[in-house]
């Protein structure tokens, strides 16, 4: 049975610190998803990872994977404050997307 | 661009009562589509998904069910709700045509009464 696990559960982080968040799976992956999502609100799609090695940008965040750890990170650098949010990565195999339990970030002045 | 539609946005039903929540995906063929509910504060759970018309793999035997009448439209149901249905449910499509990225419907929070 595939399983998602995302660590931390909750982190509170100091603007302008760094952290990385966490994901791993349980078995081979086509495809590694991370999302955003504010209170009250939908996902919003932040990055899909498709090869071992990809690494993609965006702003603040940076996302990673390695295939053969079955490993993903999502690595927040100088954290602000519009950051604060629950992050979810979601593995897709064979058709089948799960997801972690979501990260809760929480950037605190 | 590919957009998906999922109404209503807020929905309060009875015990007992039926549902049906609606979605449709515009400007991708033959999507895989989901369905999740998210209780609050918790992770998504996966409900049912479709890789084509007619072929519905359900994930949580429960009083939910789904059908996809059509390519881009996947429906979710139950014939009789239960005060545990509540929550927040979202639909979402991955793949078809265009591109590999998944997108999420705004989302329809059903309270059970």
């Known amino acids: 049975e595939l399983k998602v696990e995302q660590n931390p559960l909750f982190l509170s982080m100091q603007e302008g610190k760094n952290y990385t968040i966490y994901c791993n799976y349980s078995?081979?992956?086509?495809?590694l998803y991370w999302y955003r999502q504010d209170p009250g609100k939908s996902l919003e799609s932040l990055f899909v990872l498709l090869s071992n090695g990809a690494v993609k940008q965006e702003g603040r965040l940076m996302a990673s994977l390695d295939t053969k750890a079955r490993l993903s990170t999502l690595h927040i650098t100088a954290a602000v404050h519009d950051l604060s949010a629950t992050y979810f990565c979601?593995?897709?195999?064979?058709?089948?997307?799960?997801f972690g339990a979501g990260t809760r970030l929480t950037v605190k002045p | 661009s590919q957009t998906i539609h999922q109404w209503p946005a807020t929905l309060v039903q009875p015990v007992g009562s039926p549902l049906s929540l609606e979605c449709t995906v515009e400007g991708t063929s033959n999507p895989n589509l989901y369905w999740y509910r998210q209780a609050a504060g918790r992770g998504l759970q996966l409900l049912f998904y479709s890789v084509g018309i007619g072929q519905i793999s359900s994930e949580v035997p429960q009083n939910l069910s789904a059908s996809r009448p059509q390519d881009r439209q996947f429906i979710l149901s139950s014939k009789k709700l239960l005060l545990s249905d509540s929550g927040f449910y979202l639909c979402?499509?991955?793949?078809?045509?265009?591109?590999?990225?998944?997108?999420f419907g705004q989302g329809t929070r059903l309270t059970v009464v």
């Open positions: 078995t081979t992956s086509d495809r």
């Open positions: 979601a593995v897709d195999i064979n058709n089948d997307m799960r």
């Open positions: 979402a499509h991955v793949g078809g045509t265009v591109n590999t990225e998944a997108f």
